[in-house]
């Protein structure tokens, strides 16, 4: 009998409590975000985090040490909920022309260096580990760790940089976090299946045909979905009758992209960022004027809830006081996990930032290419180094089962990882501002005179920095760079002419060649 | 262990797949709706009800005659998520002027109306159930069972009137609507919760001032939340650095109201609604121009998509085959049971619109007042006919538990209430348009002289068609409902003052007395 059941009174539904102290605190995050958006020396999200740690004290204290969390961080949540809209609203707002520029070097770090990463974090715990005296980890938990621990968080990292101020060096910094959150998931899961005993030289391989197989018919599956919403949109000419209909259908089918790339067993992230990229270079012309303006906010706010949420939600679980006492090891061996972990991301990150940094600068050419100064890749490597909700959702799918551990060892690699994003987030996110400010104006001022040498003349010196020293070397180098090069540049200038021929007058989109956001 | 999960493979989330299903279904009833726009005889909530219910049949036919639904209906999902956004929004786009005028009507309708249906079917269901041999309800579920078919569905309602043609019968429907659905969920929880055997004449008021109280508070709770985040908007001005800011705080302010309504035991309907009424006025004009074009669209595409969404489920749950194998009661009863609720709903919104339009036009003076013809008393019963989303919602939550009865009698109800729901939506759904196109456009012809005579002097004539006829009684009405409006209309002059000199300081708007949206 539902007589125990009293609808109106839903706070029965055990859910609304949660809900209700979440939004509420949500929206003093907001708040607080917005006077902290002057700070030189903290930035909002971290901010977020800090109001977590906070209110999981306060919920701690109030339910007497028995739970701190009023939400369980859970996956289903992060990956089916909060990541599309997220990743979505990227490649809706990335600025299509840097990005595709960068590509290149944008799959470098996102996939090549994912693999580097991955491999030093994955031989460094194995070897470092043991040494501490903390064991009891299987070795593919090893390889996973090196996974969990290559992702970089996108969306913090985009905190720090404006795309107005340095379009290059966010393009470059924001297409290798999508990149690179794809890559740590698909090779996250590819570890989970490959047998452990069979670990060879082969392997890696293996693993990367995997990643570009799954990478490119995601992508495929995310263009599909957005030219058809844009044929679609284009055809039936749905503002005629009604904006809401028109913002409705794009969202649906972007976020129907998502789930569709998953229920193939496809990466939704690469589907659904492209979708986004396809969706503003064709759907969003065939919108009304009213539209455009709130595709272009709706996307935007959605996201910004979303990523606030996670923020608050990772701060939070912090004081999880159950996993906390469920570690069982001293001060010293959880210091000891913890300093091995963050050097080693340190480490991972510098092995293939600078070394495919010099790479990108050797092959890339053309009027609007990217020199990457060292100072740019140091910032590259900086930004990062921030470890995000990707890295907490990762651990607790390998360490928990829905969110709850009792082994000691497991519980530590939880909580590792919490302090790892914590510090990371916490710690980098202040001190990139100020990096970055210091850095970008002087790199500018630079770089300025460079930038427009080589529009003047593709053919310039390519390397910056070591220009007079290596003038040798830079010769046989340009050679190469312009075999290297002149492929893409004119794959660009015949998908421009293709675009406007036949794509746009059937998908939508401006027919004059002109502008491109 | 959780080497059972694999992360990316996200479809071991079970709901990947009902999600990629029902987003997909949804896509294509935002595009066939669009299709049906300029259709005379459909609605696109008909339609999307109509694909619902294929929907259904074909994955009865997949699965072989097992299910037929992807999705159980679920109260919480609709009583938290769903039908927020949609009030929110019912509140944020309503016209206030013409809303606040009609207040009186609208409170009579919807508060004294439903309390004389709720009295009408219920007494008709114990009266007629057994007659037809249809027994086994408890004498406080045919209590609830008034209160389920009392709630009049403001969605659909909306679909068929247009706030641009006939503002004064929308605002009237619609708010009556509104004012309803809170009516009937505070209704069907009081009556869980008193003592049948203890049912007398003081039952009714006792219900009634419950009534009262609870909606009051509710107001006050709506009102305090939207004055603060107009306050909030205000001080911090937002829009100086962000645009996503401003509306995600004033969306999560919407909802962080209707959930604490809820938690505090209050209804969440009335809150939502006002909260809307109070940022549209007020919040709305502390954004910055982009928000709000972007909030006037955000919350109604958000709303439409929440009553596709609910429309589709309805649609789909019809063909939920273990119901309908579990009522166990012949073609004749089935039938029998069905005809009685609909006579039942048709008498019991007849026995309160007519009347109480008599009375409305009986106190209604002033120079905007409207006089409910009885054209417009025949669309007001007419619309206001459909059963929706609010009826299944309670039916469910009475006769299941989580969606499953093993109660022949309660899987009875059940169907029942969804054949009602979808005989209404459909049937009156698709004449509702017609008949409105054909009586109002005569009912404007009759009407316009009239309005404009009213505006001339207040205190003409009030009822309309009568007028020749009862030209003696009306001389003692027109002294009556002058002494009952004229405070009312003191108090809204005396509100506009005190809005201008001391609200709009404060919370923002237009400080000149001039726009009223």
Chains 1, 2 share one sequence.
Not at 258 to 263: D, M
Not at 357 to 373: A, D, M, Y
Not at 491 to 500: G, L, P, S
Request: proline share 3%.
């Amino acid at each position: 009998m539902a007589v125990d059941f009293f609808l109106s009174n839903v706070a029965e539904y055990p859910r609304v409590v949660s809900i209700s102290i979440f939004t509420a605190v949500l929206c003093f995050c907001i708040v607080i975000g917005h006077v902290l958006v002057n700070s030189r020396w903290t930035n909002e999200f971290a901010a977020t985090i800090f109001i977590g740690c906070l209110s999981g004290i306060v919920i701690l204290l109030l339910s007497r040490g028995k739970s701190s969390h009023i939400l369980r961080f859970d996956e289903e949540l992060f990956f089916i909920y909060l990541l599309p809209p997220i990743i979505f609203n990227a490649g809706f707002q990335v600025k299509k022309k840097q990005f595709f520029h960068n590509f290149v070097t944008i799959m470098l770090f996102g996939a090549i260096g994912v693999f580097i990463s991955f491999f030093i974090i994955s031989a460094g715990t194995w070897w470092l580990f043991p040494k501490i005296g903390f064991e009891g980890l299987t070795t593919w938990q090893y390889l996973a760790l090196g996974a969990i621990f290559s992702s970089t968080d996108t969306v913090c990292t985009l905190q720090v940089l404006r795309q107005e101020e340095t379009p290059h060096l966010y393009s470059l910094v924001f297409g290798e976090g999508v990149v690179n959150g794809a890559t740590s998931i698909v090779l996250f899961n590819a570890i989970q299946k490959i047998n452990a005993s069979k670990i060879g030289g082969g392997t890696a391989f293996i693993l990367l045909w995997d990643f570009l197989c799954l990478f490119s018919t995601s992508t495929m599956l995310g263009v599909a979905v957005g030219l058809s919403t844009a044929y679609t949109l284009k055809t039936f000419y749905f503002g005629r009758h009604s904006t809401d209909r028109e913002v409705a259908l794009m969202m649906l089918m972007a976020y129907l992209s998502y789930v569709v790339a998953e229920l193939l067993n496809l990466s939704g992230i690469p589907t659904v960022f492209f979708c986004g990229i396809v969706m503003s270079h064709y759907a969003w012309h065939n919108a009304t004027e009213s539209s455009r303006v709130t595709t272009r906010h709706i996307f935007s706010t959605i996201s910004f809830i979303a990523e606030t949420f996670i923020f608050l939600y990772v701060g939070m679980d912090v004081f999880d006081i159950e996993k906390w006492k469920m570690t069982k090891i001293g001060v010293k061996a959880t210091f000891g996990v913890n300093f091995i972990l963050f050097i080693l991301v340190l480490l991972g990150r510098a092995a293939f930032v600078f070394p495919l940094s010099i790479l990108s600068n050797k092959i890339s050419s053309g009027p609007e290419r990217l020199i990457i100064t060292f100072k740019h890749q140091f910032i590259i490597w900086w930004a990062g180094l921030m470890r995000g909700a990707v890295s907490i959702a990762l651990a607790f799918n390998l360490f928990t089962v829905s969110g709850v551990t009792w082994d000691p060892v497991h519980a530590t690699m939880i909580t590792s990882t919490i302090v790892i994003v914590l510090f990371t987030t916490l710690a980098i996110g202040i001190f990139t501002k100020p990096l970055v400010n210091k850095l970008i104006h002087q790199a500018q001022r630079n770089n300025q005179p460079q930038t427009s040498i080589s529009k003047e003349d593709p053919t310039t010196p390519l390397l910056s920095i070591e220009e007079s020293t290596e003038s040798n070397l830079l010769k046989a180098t340009r050679s190469l760079s312009i075999l290297l090069e002149s492929p893409i540049h004119t794959i660009h200038f015949y998908w421009r002419k293709f675009d406007n021929a036949y794509m746009r007058p059937v998908f939508g989109g401006p027919t004059s060649s002109g502008g491109d956001r």
